[in-house]
């Protein structure tokens, strides 16, 4: 008997996948909760590190469906996300992406597609990269610090209890914070 199931993903938790799920029910795919799976992890986490994703793998069987809204929820490397298809596939698993002209992404069209959207989720993902160190860049340029910044009170507190003629051992436990923390502020 073949089942399906719907797999969702967002990548922060501001975000939301229900949206995902009423895409899928609004073209007539009428999925049991349990067999709708969501999880709040980054596509470019291999399919197969992904905690929910993996359990999903577990119930697959051959002739079961497994439904996606969009074919950069199962991953925006294109290689990864080929070899995740190709792998549900050669166990006799369709998988379906609502986004594509052609659905079925193991027939012979649905694999062109594949390359093809894979290929440019790939490049968004490139150019999210690109975009985020052009930012940087200028950031730098117009002088702004990067990073986190300096943790001035917690120097002095050490400076001061270092001036106690306490050890660094003593420090931290006073000041319950990791020795290696009160090592980084010894002689600032």
């Known amino acids: 008997m073949s089942r ?16 995902q799920f009423s895409v ?3 073209k007539d795919y009428k999925i049991p909760e349990y067999r709708q799976i969501a999880e709040i992890v980054s596509g ?3 399919a197969k590190q992904r905690p929910e994703f993996s359990k999903l793998l577990e119930k697959l069987e051959p ?11 199962l991953g925006r490397d294109n290689i990864d996300v080929q070899q995740t298809i190709l792998g ?9 992406s609502l986004d594509l002209p052609t659905s ?26 690109e975009r985020t160190m052009d930012g940087l860049a200028q950031a730098k ?11 001035t009170a917690t120097t002095a507190l050490v400076q001061e209890a270092k001036s106690k003629n306490l050890s660094q051992s003593q420090v931290a436990e006073k000041l319950g914070i990791s020795l290696p923390t009160v090592k980084r502020h010894w002689n600032i």
């Open 4 to 19: 399906i199931f719907a797999y969702s993903r967002c990548s922060t938790s501001e975000q939301n996948t229900d949206n």
């Open 24 to 26: 899928i029910e609004g």
């Open 44 to 46: 470019g986490v291999p």
């Open 63 to 73: 002739s079961d469906t497994l439904v996606v809204a969009k074919i950069d929820r």
């Open 88 to 96: 549900l596939a050669e166990k006799g698993i369709k998988v379906v």
């Open 104 to 129: 079925d992404l193991t027939s012979s069209e649905g694999k062109l597609m594949l390359q093809m959207f894979s290929a440019f989720a790939e490049f968004e993902k490139n150019r999210i990269r």
């Open 141 to 151: 340029k117009d002088g702004k610090k990067l990073g986190r910044p300096a943790a």
